[in-house]
């Protein structure tokens, strides 16, 4: 039987398919403004519908005009690439951020990274490149120049530094219950009294608890404690 409301749907869904992809410029220098926008509208399927000199304007024009596809720039004057990314997601998470920067050193890549950019470019990328890494973005897929991803890489293949247990989790409960006592500047007697056990096993917990942390007497034991919010 004629579906009429499919063959509606079938167009529309035609008709969104063939709509451009929007991109956006956020870049404080002009002539890469105009460079870029001047090559990218020779592209099928690529339509640049606005330009922003700083990260304020960029979530400005951002808002106004919903565009699929970022080019952004890492350091400009004020709200830097890094925060303009992390902002402009958190407004509008579906658009795909994609950095272009002439930096690829760790303290600009791996926070923008964070911040959720799509796609890492170098400015010295060809414009042919420049224009399929926009259209992978627009089909969900991430492109990154061959030194950002060898970066990365290197950065995973890293053994992660195991994080070193505090001296004090291998105290037993009692341990605990005299080292915050010891930091609170009771007595032996006073400890033993309000435990109730002998002053003896008093002095052996103590001796214990030196072993286990690696001090010398009460006072290097109390600043641990104090260090480690024991004493409270």
């Known amino acids: 039987m004629y579906d009429k409301r499919r063959t509606v749907l079938g167009v529309e869904a035609i008709e969104q398919l063939s709509q451009p992809i929007k991109v956006l410029l956020v870049d404080d220098h002009e ?17 640049v519908v606005g330009e922003a000199s700083n990260g304020m304007d960029g979530i400005r024009l951002a808002q106004a005009y919903r565009p699929d596809v970022v080019l952004m720039d890492l350091v400009m004057d004020g709200m830097d690439g890094v925060e303009t990314t992390a902002k402009l997601l958190e407004l509008y998470p579906e658009c795909k951020v994609i950095v272009l920067t002439s930096y690829l050193d760790d303290s600009k890549l791996y926070p923008v990274i964070e911040a959720g950019a799509f796609s890492y470019l170098l400015k010295t990328s060809r414009a042919t490149e420049i224009a399929d890494a926009i259209r992978a973005a627009a089909r969900g897929q991430s492109v990154l120049e061959s030194q ?25 409960e009692r ?7 010891v930091a609170q500047g009771r007595s032996n007697q006073e400890i033993a009294d ?3 056990i002998g002053v003896k096993t008093v002095k052996f917990h103590i001796t214990n608890i030196f072993n286990k942390l ?19």
Do not use: S
């Open 31 to 47: 002539m890469v403004r105009i460079g870029l926008a001047a090559v990218l509208d020779t592209e099928d399927g690529i339509e």
């Open 148 to 172: 950002v991803a060898a970066k990365m890489m290197n950065r995973f293949r890293q053994p992660k530094q195991q994080e070193q247990t505090p001296l004090h989790h291998d105290l037993t």
């Open 214 to 232: 690696d001090v010398d007497d009460r006072t290097q034991a109390a600043i641990y404690a104090h260090k480690q919010g024991i004493a409270d």
């Open 175 to 181: 341990e605990m219950d005299v080292l915050k006592r």
């Open 194 to 196: 309000e435990l109730f």
